[in-house]
Nanobody
């Protein structure tokens, strides 16, 4: 079992920045991969960014060049640095971990981009 706790969401103006954190109850290096997903009202949940155990990262086209996923192995925490935020980035952001054959989710954190 893996518990994931997200933090760092909030209200920000267009062009602003936020950093999301996901604290895991197990070593992040024990995960096959970790990632951030988001879901806006009326839309399906979509992958935003992911990072593998080996450190390879991948991004949705809509966030490339603006978002960066990283991790702190000592703190068992994965981050999502979000810059140049746009109103269309507004969504609930969820942390995801793939451990062995299982998949785990955090409770989500709301990000609202609005003036």
């Amino acid at each position: 079992q893996v518990q994931l706790v997200e933090s760092g969401g909030g209200l920000v103006q267009p062009g602003g920045s936020l950093r999301l954190s996901c604290a895991a109850s197990r070593r992040v290096l024990s995960m096959n991969a970790m990632g951030w997903y988001r879901q806006a009202p009326g839309n399906p949940r979509e992958l935003v960014a992911s990072i593998t155990r080996g450190g390879s990262s991948d991004y949705a086209d809509s966030v490339k060049g603006r978002f960066t996923i990283s991790r702190d192995n000592a703190k068992n925490t994965v981050y999502l640095q979000m810059n140049s935020l746009k109103p269309e980035d507004t969504a609930v952001y969820y942390c995801n971990a793939r451990f062995s054959i299982n998949e785990f989710w955090g409770q989500g954190t709301q990000v609202t981009v609005s003036s």
